[in-house]
Nanobody, 123 residues
């Protein structure tokens, strides 16, 4: 059974940093595409970044240059390092995984999801 669990969320001031972790069980991160998404109240779930099984990464324009996705295959974890945080980054953050993901920016393409971790950025 595939399970994902996010951690590392919290409250931070504008300009601060957080590192989110996505721990995987039941599958190997090196085989799957893993993505990070977020969802703010009243808004659709939004693609942030993904990392393919070959290490290829991609970022949404809204976070490019501020967020970095990486993985540690030995620990079976994927990370999202977030810097220069803004109030607009406040949301619930989710990691997701899929084996055969055609459009890696679409939440519907990912099979497995974690419960999410809240990130709140205050001014």
């Amino acid at each position: 059974q595939v399970q994902l669990m996010e951690s590392g969320g919290g409250s931070v001031q504008v300009g601060g940093s957080l590192r989110l972790s996505c721990a995987a069980a039941g599958y190997m991160v090196r085989r799957y595409t893993v993505g990070w998404f977020r969802q703010a109240p009243g808004k659709e779930r939004e693609h942030l970044a993904f990392i393919d099984n070959d290490g290829t990464v991609n970022y949404a324009e809204a976070v490019k240059g501020r967020f970095t996705i990486s993985k540690d295959s030995a620990k079976n974890e994927v990370y999202l390092q977030m810097t220069s945080l803004k109030v607009d980054d406040t949301a619930m953050y989710f990691c997701a995984a899929g084996l055969y993901v055609a459009d890696r920016t679409l939440p519907s393409e990912f099979t497995y999801w974690g419960p999410g971790t809240q990130v709140t950025v205050t001014s």
